[in-house]
């Protein structure tokens, strides 16, 4: 399936480096999310962009930095992440309507190592 | 109170069993109701939309209560390649997102 696309599929940083996670959609939805989950946790919301506007961010740290260029693309901009950070981030898409918030879809993830 | 609520499990069962699961949620606006399955290290696809008349596919039935404010899902014969985390996932327009619960684990054993 390639509804959604997320590069890396796995990296590896140290502390001090910065790098950026890639997410893209091709359903032509209105709306992207990611979402971390750490071994054997729950999905944790953390951001959620509406037309590329940013709709919510759930407390999330200042050293994630997402950015929506347009209706397809999603970035979460990493920088001096802490070994606790070290999870599997998945982005996903969604048509907002009017009457609602439709199916998410999901990409594969990126599997996270801090170092 | 979390919004959306599941019994976490682990449900072990034997194969061909019938198994349910249920999720509670708090918004009595929500509008549409999903359930989603997860397998060990990938990312969480639809398994089935949950309509209020109830629906089956196969061997899974969903149903919505929505006095109750519950939705449940059967699976009924169960394989080994059931075993999942299985999500429920509750959208609301007036809280602008949806909510996903924090997932029920399924082992199905020979």
């Known amino acids: 399936e390639t509804g959604v696309t997320q590069t890396p599929r796995h990296l590896v940083m140290g502390m001090t480096n910065k790098k950026s996670l890639k997410c893209e959609q091709h359903l032509g939805h209105n709306a992207m999310y990611w979402y971390k989950q750490s071994a054997k946790k729950p999905l944790e919301l953390m951001f959620v962009?509406?037309?590329?506007?940013?709709?919510e961010n759930n407390s999330v740290p200042s050293r994630f930095s997402p950015e929506c260029p347009n209706s397809s693309h999603l970035f979460l901009h990493l920088h001096t992440l802490q070994p606790e950070d070290s999870a599997l981030y998945l982005c996903?898409?969604?048509?907002?309507?009017?009457?609602?918030?439709?199916?998410?879809?999901f990409g594969p993830g990126t599997r996270l190592l801090v170092l | 109170r979390k919004e959306v609520e599941q019994d976490p499990g682990p449900f072990n069962v034997p194969e061909g069993a019938t198994v349910a699961f249920n999720c509670t949620y708090s918004n009595s606006a929500s509008q549409s109701f999903f359930w989603y399955r997860q397998d060990c290290r990938k990312e969480p696809k639809l398994l089935m939309s949950v309509y209020s008349s109830g629906n089956e596919d196969g061997r899974f039935t969903a149903q919505l209560n929505r006095a109750s404010q519950y939705i449940s899902l059967l699976i009924r014969d169960s394989k080994l390649s059931d075993s999942a985390t299985y999500l429920c996932v509750v959208n609301s327009t007036n809280a602008g997102k949806s909510t996903f619960g924090d997932g029920t684990t399924l082992t199905v054993k020979p």
């Open positions: 996903a898409s969604s048509q907002e309507r009017r009457e609602g918030w439709e199916t998410q879809y």
């Open positions: 962009y509406s037309l590329e506007e940013r709709v």
